[in-house]
């Protein structure tokens, strides 16, 4: 699994213990592992459970949006969903907007359905590879 910088879970976590200056064997008694077991997440060998991410980022002392980097880059969710879309100012914005009672329940079925149509567009040129000549969207 890639985290939002295109890394995984294994670089992700080797970053934050390097800026740290903690070695594996140190941080995975930190953490409460074998010794071997942060060598194997950090290599791939090895998938953690989000508890094990969580235990982890206790025993590097991340703060809230860099243990969330850490959840993301294995594969689960943040404990702060924003902290993914910090980058991300207009779909924060939408987020926001789908969730607010004051906007209409029809104009927020027709915004997932603009979403819905626009990742449908993209996943087809991911899997095909051709550019959108003209997007169009109805909604």
Do not use: C, W
Not at 14 to 39: C, N, P, T, W
Not at 69 to 95: N, Q, R, Y
Not at 100 to 114: F, G, H, I, K, T
């Amino acid at each position: 699994m890639l985290d939002r910088t295109g890394f995984g879970f294994g670089v992700t976590l080797k970053k934050f213990r390097e800026a740290r200056r903690v070695s594996q064997s140190k941080l995975a008694g930190r953490a409460g592992f074998d010794h071997s077991y942060v060598s194997r997440l950090e290599s791939g060998a090895r998938t953690p459970t989000r508890d094990a991410v969580e235990q982890l980022a206790i025993a590097l002392e991340l703060e809230p949006i860099s243990r969330d980097e850490l959840l993301a880059s294995a594969g689960f969710l943040p404990g702060e969903l924003s902290s993914l879309l910090s980058g991300e100012p207009e779909i924060t914005e939408v987020l926001g907007l789908l969730q607010n009672d004051l906007v209409p329940e029809a104009y927020r079925d027709s915004m997932r359905q603009v979403l819905r149509l626009l990742a449908e567009q993209a996943r087809h040129v991911i899997r095909d590879g051709d550019p959108v000549q003209e997007v169009v969207v109805a909604a």
